[in-house]
């Protein structure tokens, strides 16, 4: 930007049409050179900017000498070559060393005039004070990089309280396999509405709950973390899955009529032929029953979403899960991933299923088709839990 008293003398300049004064005092700083780069001509803006005097630079310096070292390596590299080349840049960013050792931030715009014979004559060079520009500029980077910074706190915060809402490991069960896979959607790295718990209630029973909050990120957390510990705390007293989801929309409808979810409930308790398994849904995919040479089925009956009516219906259903049977809870995010318009759909997941495969690889081989189905770049979160029987005490 051009100091106020430059910009003063070049307007009168401009009304009074004194070329002479028009040159010395307009607002940029002008140059001439010979094509080696030496100063034969610069007008007094120039000059007031860096603090030189004419006979500091007319015929004893070059504008290269002028410049910064990188500044110097970029002229004798590109600028100069594109020069002579082209005839002409513009917008160039450099800094020039002023007479005290100051840095100046310029724009410099270049034209070569040749001679008849196309031999090159002489360099004209308009110099901007990009001082400002420059500090904008600054300000700008250092924005960004409170933004990353930020982004880069609030990835680890995510991971950090996503870490609290899922157990660490599957729970080791006399007689029952465990296995379960979360994948956030995305990148992997936000804090999700899915989740899934496994807890003892007393010696050989057992609750298993897998649900889907309504949004995304902390606002999801606080919800999830709700229904988590609303269901631990239930759960030690309400031995019926149905009534504990019937408790559980009474709280969420108090609590806030936004927070609402689905929930999948499983109560399974040990007895001498093996597990009893009680299953209750609010409005989440039903359970798929697994049996050895048996297509995949579905199990219990559908319920009302949790925490979103009053009153809200949920019903019970009570089967006998015997040696090598599973039983495979599964979110949203699995039939509903999308490709190019297309779901993965229920078909699919029945296919995954229906091979045999120990517990661990059943979970990987779903969760790896719908990553792959939708590129490994999901639009929603993947939560999977599977439960069998091994007979073993």
């Known amino acids: 930007m051009a100091a106020p008293d430059a910009t003063s003398a070049f307007q009168q300049a401009l009304l009074g049409d004194d070329p002479a004064a028009l040159y010395e005092k307009a607002p940029c700083g002008y140059l001439s050179t010979t094509p080696d780069g030496t100063i034969?001509?610069?007008?007094e803006t120039f000059m007031t900017w860096t603090g030189f005097v004419a006979e500091e630079l007319v015929?004893?310096?070059?504008l290269v000498d002028l410049l910064t070292p990188g500044g110097?390596?970029?002229?004798?590299?590109?600028?100069a070559p594109m020069l002579l080349v082209l005839g002409q840049v513009k917008e160039i960013a450099l800094e020039v060393v002023t007479a005290d050792g100051a840095r100046l931030p310029v724009l410099v715009n270049a034209v070569l005039d040749r001679g008849p014979e196309g031999e090159p004559r002489v360099v004209r060079v308009a110099v901007f004070d990009a001082t400002e520009r420059r500090r904008y500029?600054?300000?700008?980077?250092?924005?960004?990089?409170q933004a990353e910074e930020s982004e880069r706190h609030a990835v680890q915060l995510a991971k950090a309280l996503q870490q609290t809402l899922i157990p660490p490991t599957s729970p080791t069960i006399p007689g029952l396999e465990v296995a379960a896979a979360y994948r956030p959607a995305g990148a992997g790295d936000e804090v999700g509405g899915d989740f899934y718990d496994v807890f003892q209630i007393a010696e050989g029973d057992w609750t298993v709950?897998?649900?889907?909050?309504c949004g995304k990120g902390v606002e999801a957390a606080v919800v999830t973390s709700l229904v988590r510990h609303t269901v631990r705390s239930l759960a030690v007293t309400e031995r019926s899955p149905r009534d504990l989801l019937h408790k559980l929309n009474s709280v969420l409808l108090s609590s806030d009529p936004d927070r609402f979810c689905t929930l999948g409930m499983l109560r399974v308790h040990r007895d001498e032929e093996g597990w009893e398994?009680?299953?209750?849904?609010?409005?989440?995919?039903?359970?798929l029953l697994l049996r050895p040479g048996a297509p995949p089925e579905t199990f219990g009956e559908p319920g009302m979403i949790v925490g979103a009516f009053d009153p809200a219906h949920f019903s019970e259903s009570t089967m006998h899960l015997g040696r090598g049977e599973s039983l495979f809870l599964y979110t949203d995010g699995v039939p509903e991933a999308r490709r190019d318009g297309e779901l993965f759909g229920e078909e699919r997941?029945?296919?995954?299923?229906a091979a045999p495969a120990t517990l661990p690889d059943l979970i990987d081989?779903?969760?790896?088709?719908?990553?792959e189905f939708q590129r490994h770049h999901p639009r929603d979160d993947i939560a999977l839990l599977a439960l069998r029987a091994s007979g073993s005490s």
Not at 72 to 79: C, G, M, N, S, V
Not at 209 to 213: E, N, P, R
Not at 277 to 287: C, D, M, R
Not at 349 to 353: D, F, Q
């Open 365 to 371: 081989r779903v969760l790896d088709q719908v990553l």
């Open 209 to 213: 709950v897998l649900g889907d909050v």
């Open 72 to 79: 110097r390596i970029y002229h004798e590299t590109h600028l």
């Open 40 to 43: 034969v001509k610069v007008n």
């Open 277 to 287: 398994v009680t299953a209750s849904s609010g409005g989440h995919p039903l359970p």
């Open 349 to 353: 997941l029945l296919e995954a299923l």
């Open 137 to 145: 500029e600054q300000e700008l980077l250092l924005a960004k990089r």
């Open 59 to 62: 015929g004893q310096r070059r």
